[in-house]
């Protein structure tokens, strides 16, 4: 059963061999779109993101730059921090897999595991994708001409004694799973054609190895089998229930809530397979332990594709046209970070198609949507207000109630957050800006700088102009999740910074309530400023 009232989003966590890029920051900054909305909701919300540090990879790169795992792991999560903190993402926790409390929840769910028969030692023969840090089967080897399909290259074969988990046994329980939640309406994954790929594959699943023989010291052991090490992705997965799964008496607080609200994950379809069959299998398997009963399954895994070059080419660092942290940091330093959140937002490839990362779209729809529309806007608005009422906001007549502006302010918000819900982000940000051109409609059919020029004119002009700040007040509540800078420096500017304060100080906000018409006061002055989108002009 789902809690309203809760909402918990994640991100995979990264791998620590190298510094975050942009897959990582897309995944991240949607993520925290998805939360800022439900924050202004009003919904309690928890964001989980961070880093997995015990791949061999980690380790064989560690040796490569003459350092221990340990040493290079913690200087390249704290260049995730680093950089997730300049982009203002606001997740709740930061994961490392080399942290004492993620370790040991970690051995306790595989102890779980191993007391109910579900794990159990067995010996391993078959492909293995270096790569990827994953066994793959037979006939998906022979389909790729015995090559990973993410990377390209051979796949190694392997003879090893390892642990393995019952995957087999959850098949069944799996499909049931994905039924169900068709038929409620909530999909367990989405898209709607990654779920019929993961559906067909769980058909044919058989029993995987969850540990490796020999790392070197570098990772989570098998409990009772000091020379296994659990296998990278079966320890990173647990990291979504490690970190919640806290009581009232630990220094986190009762996060377990959290949990049994339904987690959403947001992931990319290189790793689908792990969370749409493995994931749920094992969690479905520790329910039936002894004190994880209350463990549910999430509510969805959101699984997006890839951003490519402008010339479609998949981004790499090979190819030279990937896009790394300083790449990233000139983008802000040239549009503002509102910019590349709305871009990453509204155009990311949330859905089955990749999306090519341009230059060119970019600054387009910097111009269009947030120059041209949202920024112009305002500052037309607020140019009148300084120009005929003296800054400050003028009265609106009595018999104004009929006017198109006050009864459209009431249509915004389903479609807002129907879209919302449906983690829609481009059809949400236009819904977020919808307001805004029924605005500038609104101006050029009414033409208030026209009347202006006859006094008699300006109490008309005067509702004009205050039903216009209006709905800017109503899209900035909408557009906030975005363009969170943007719209607080906005608020400051119309009276309405207490919004902000709210936010900050509560963890929540309250958009039904703050949504509806008539939250601004006559003679509040308004400041006019300066554009809060300058208008882009390639040098």
Request: with cysteine; glycine share 6%; proline share 6%.
């Amino acid at each position: 059963m789902t809690d309203s009232r809760r909402f918990y989003v994640t991100t995979p966590i990264y791998y620590v061999n190298d510094r975050p890029h942009l897959g990582h920051v897309y995944t991240t900054m949607v993520a925290d779109v998805v939360a800022r909305f439900h924050r202004l909701r009003g919904d309690e919300t928890f964001f989980l993101t961070g880093v997995d540090e015990h791949a061999a990879k980690v380790s064989e790169k560690a040796a490569e730059m003459g350092m221990t795992p340990q040493a290079w792991a913690d200087q390249n999560a704290a260049a995730f921090r680093e950089v997730f903190e300049r982009l203002e993402m606001t997740n709740d926790d930061f994961v490392r897999t080399s942290a004492p409390r993620h370790k040991e929840r970690v051995t306790q769910y595989v102890q779980a595991l191993l007391d109910s028969g579900d794990v159990y030692e067995g010996d391993y023969e078959g492909w293995y994708d270096a790569g990827q840090e994953e066994y793959v089967p037979e006939n998906k080897a022979a389909q790729n001409d015995f090559k990973s399909e993410v990377n390209g290259k051979l796949l190694v074969r392997k003879t090893e004694k390892n642990y393995f988990f019952k995957l087999s046994a959850y098949r069944d329980p799996l499909l049931c799973v994905y039924a169900e939640r068709d038929e409620s309406g909530v999909p367990f994954v989405q898209p709607e054609a990654r779920k019929n790929e993961i559906v067909n594959r769980i058909k044919e699943m058989e029993d995987v190895p969850i540990s490796r023989s020999g790392t070197g010291g570098w990772g989570i052991p098998v409990p009772g089998a000091a020379d296994q090490t659990i296998y990278v992705w079966i320890d990173a997965l647990f990291n979504y229930l490690a970190h919640v799964d806290t009581g009232a008496d630990s220094e986190w607080g009762d996060r377990r809530p959290f949990w049994r609200a339904g987690a959403v994950h947001f992931i990319a379809k290189d790793i689908l397979w792990f969370h749409a069959a493995i994931w749920p299998a094992l969690l479905l398997a520790l329910q039936k332990c002894k004190g994880y009963e209350w463990v549910n399954l999430p509510r969805q895994v959101y699984c997006h594709s890839y951003w490519v070059s402008d010339t479609g080419a998949k981004m790499s660092k090979s190819l030279g046209n990937f896009l790394d942290p300083a790449a990233i940091d000139n983008y802000v330093s040239t549009f503002g970070l509102d910019a590349l959140r709305y871009f990453l937002a509204t155009r990311g490839p949330l859905g089955v198609s990749d999306s090519a990362f341009s230059p060119d779209l970019f600054s387009e729809v910097y111009n269009s949507d947030l120059a041209n529309t949202f920024g112009n806007c305002c500052s037309r608005v607020a140019n009148m207000i300084g120009k005929y009422f003296d800054g400050h906001l003028p009265e609106p007549s009595p018999d104004s109630n009929g006017n198109a502006m006050r009864f459209a302010a009431a249509d915004y918000l389903p479609d807002y957050t129907t879209h919302f819900e449906t983690l829609d982000l481009g059809r949400a940000g236009e819904a977020a800006l919808r307001p805004v051109r029924d605005v500038d409609a609104f101006i050029e059919r009414t033409q208030p700088f026209r009347l202006a020029k006859d006094p008699e004119n300006l109490p008309t002009v005067g509702t004009i102009l205050f039903e216009c700040a209006e709905a800017l007040r109503i899209a900035s509540l909408l557009l906030w999740p975005f363009l969170p800078d943007a719209c607080e420096l906005f608020w400051n500017r119309i009276g309405c910074s207490s919004y902000a304060a709210d936010l900050r100080d509560q963890g929540v906000g309250n958009l039904a309530d703050w949504s509806k018409w008539g939250g601004l006061q006559a003679e509040t002055p308004i400041e006019k400023g300066n554009p809060l989108f300058p208008r882009y002009e390639e040098e």
